[in-house]
């Protein structure tokens, strides 16, 4: 049988290396609320990403709800239609009304032009998301924050790494939210992380993660258990040894993909802003008019072949049950989005992807480009 090729697939490095780390846990015998692993992988992620403050939490959507009551954020948030729908969800958990905006066409990002139009009296906060990694306008972003006064936090569960022309691209924004689930370019099993830039935020977050409590007998906020594991933890500090050997992979298998589909009619392949300082954590292609084929039967040939892409992000989450009645999520409010979800198809990209397994991926779709 033919093994499969999924559209990604874990970073495990040698298990010999994780049992120090076990040995460890089960001499201390500390298994939680803020331990000696928690401590120095909040530290060793401060200085790899250069940020100043981060909370690390169970997952990366426990912390956009925790970030969301953290800045006390009510009313309606400006967030895109083209994510993963815990983007929106974190907002309903909030009792908050996601308003929809359409994204960049260049980008599939937040389209910071058409943001003003959708602001109202109840706008508090705007949610953007860099998606695939590729970093959003972050400076035509903060200017309409700033000009109507609403907070930011951008939901950067792809973007572990990513730079901009100022540094981190995790330092924008009042708040930048990452997950560290298995599926991410840095993975803690299940996990996730908020980045903060003052002291003072971290301690809120820091205590709402941990239901609220100050000390044995003070809580002061009704919080949440948002607490990331010392099993985690450790396993994010040995993740963190071997993530430039993962990245430099991810760099080498994208250029491939690139210099592979450039001459293929029809295959556009997404660009982040910045190549280079991009984590290749997707491999997004568009599916063109002139291209043979309709997306879905492309993502369906290349599954009779054992190539599983995936169509992120289809549906839109405007599309779900739950968001479909809001005016914002109306088709003709969200153009360019609609017609990337039905053109999306992210190809397999993780550090062990192989040579000839690209070449067969590539192969697959330059077959049918030739029909
Ligand atoms: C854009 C986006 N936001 C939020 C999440 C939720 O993160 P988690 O799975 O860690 O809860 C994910 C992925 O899982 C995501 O892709």
Redesign the pocket.
């Given at each position: 049988m033919k093994t499969p090729i999924y559209v990604t697939q874990p970073y495990l490095p040698p298990l010999a290396e994780f049992i120090p780390y076990l040995e460890k846990i089960w001499e201390n015998k500390i298994l939680t609320n803020g331990g000696p692993f928690h401590q120095q992988l909040e530290k060793e992620l401060c200085e790899y990403l250069g940020v100043k403050h981060i909370c690390l939490?169970t997952?990366?959507?426990?912390?956009?709800v925790t970030a969301l009551q953290a800045l006390r954020i009510n009313g309606e948030v400006i967030t895109t239609p083209y994510?993963?729908?815990?983007?929106a969800h974190?907002l309903l958990w909030n009792g908050i009304k996601p308003v929809f905006v359409d994204v960049d066409p260049n980008t599939l990002n937040l389209d910071p032009a058409k943001i003003e139009a959708a602001i109202t009296p109840h706008t508090t906060a705007i949610m953007p998301?860099h998606?695939y990694g590729h970093s959003c306008d972050v400076d035509a972003i903060q200017k309409i924050a700033d000009n109507y006064n609403l907070k930011v936090i951008y939901?950067a569960?792809?973007a572990f790494g990513v730079k901009c022309h100022c540094g981190s691209v995790l330092n924008h924004g009042d708040l930048s939210?990452?997950?560290?689930?298995a599926?991410?370019v840095f993975n803690t099993f299940?996990?996730?992380a908020i980045i903060c830039p003052d002291a003072k935020t971290k301690q809120r977050i820091d205590q709402l993660k941990n239901f609220g409590f100050v000390d044995e007998v003070t809580v002061v906020a009704p919080g949440i258990n948002g607490k990331m594991s010392e099993l985690n933890a450790a396993f994010g500090l040995l993740q963190l040894k071997h993530i430039e050997e993962a990245l430099s992979r991810r760099r080498e298998i994208d250029a491939s993909y690139r210099e592979q589909l450039v001459e293929v009619k029809g295959i556009l392949c997404l660009n982040g802003k910045n190549q280079a300082a991009d984590n290749h954590s997707y491999f997004p292609i568009l599916v063109q008019a002139n291209y043979p084929i309709s997306r879905d039967e492309l993502y369906q040939k290349l599954k009779d072949h054992g190539i599983f892409a995936r169509r992120?992000f289809y549906p839109l989450i405007s599309d779900f049950p739950m968001y479909r009645s809001l005016p914002s999520a109306q088709r003709d409010n969200l153009p360019i989005a609609a017609d990337a979800a039905v053109r999306v198809l992210c190809l397999p990209i993780y550090p062990t992807l192989d040579t000839d397994q690209i070449k067969k991926i590539v192969n697959v779709i330059k077959e049918v480009s030739k029909q």
């Amino acid at each position: 049988m033919k093994t499969p090729i999924y559209v990604t697939q874990p970073y495990l490095p040698p298990l010999a290396e994780f049992i120090p780390y076990l040995e460890k846990i089960w001499e201390n015998k500390i298994l939680t609320n803020g331990g000696p692993f928690h401590q120095q992988l909040e530290k060793e992620l401060c200085e790899y990403l250069g940020v100043k403050h981060i909370c690390l939490f169970t997952n990366g959507t426990i912390a956009l709800v925790t970030a969301l009551q953290a800045l006390r954020i009510n009313g309606e948030v400006i967030t895109t239609p083209y994510s993963f729908v815990a983007t929106a969800h974190s907002l309903l958990w909030n009792g908050i009304k996601p308003v929809f905006v359409d994204v960049d066409p260049n980008t599939l990002n937040l389209d910071p032009a058409k943001i003003e139009a959708a602001i109202t009296p109840h706008t508090t906060a705007i949610m953007p998301v860099h998606c695939y990694g590729h970093s959003c306008d972050v400076d035509a972003i903060q200017k309409i924050a700033d000009n109507y006064n609403l907070k930011v936090i951008y939901d950067a569960a792809h973007a572990f790494g990513v730079k901009c022309h100022c540094g981190s691209v995790l330092n924008h924004g009042d708040l930048s939210v990452l997950s560290f689930h298995a599926t991410k370019v840095f993975n803690t099993f299940e996990g996730g992380a908020i980045i903060c830039p003052d002291a003072k935020t971290k301690q809120r977050i820091d205590q709402l993660k941990n239901f609220g409590f100050v000390d044995e007998v003070t809580v002061v906020a009704p919080g949440i258990n948002g607490k990331m594991s010392e099993l985690n933890a450790a396993f994010g500090l040995l993740q963190l040894k071997h993530i430039e050997e993962a990245l430099s992979r991810r760099r080498e298998i994208d250029a491939s993909y690139r210099e592979q589909l450039v001459e293929v009619k029809g295959i556009l392949c997404l660009n982040g802003k910045n190549q280079a300082a991009d984590n290749h954590s997707y491999f997004p292609i568009l599916v063109q008019a002139n291209y043979p084929i309709s997306r879905d039967e492309l993502y369906q040939k290349l599954k009779d072949h054992g190539i599983f892409a995936r169509r992120y992000f289809y549906p839109l989450i405007s599309d779900f049950p739950m968001y479909r009645s809001l005016p914002s999520a109306q088709r003709d409010n969200l153009p360019i989005a609609a017609d990337a979800a039905v053109r999306v198809l992210c190809l397999p990209i993780y550090p062990t992807l192989d040579t000839d397994q690209i070449k067969k991926i590539v192969n697959v779709i330059k077959e049918v480009s030739k029909q």
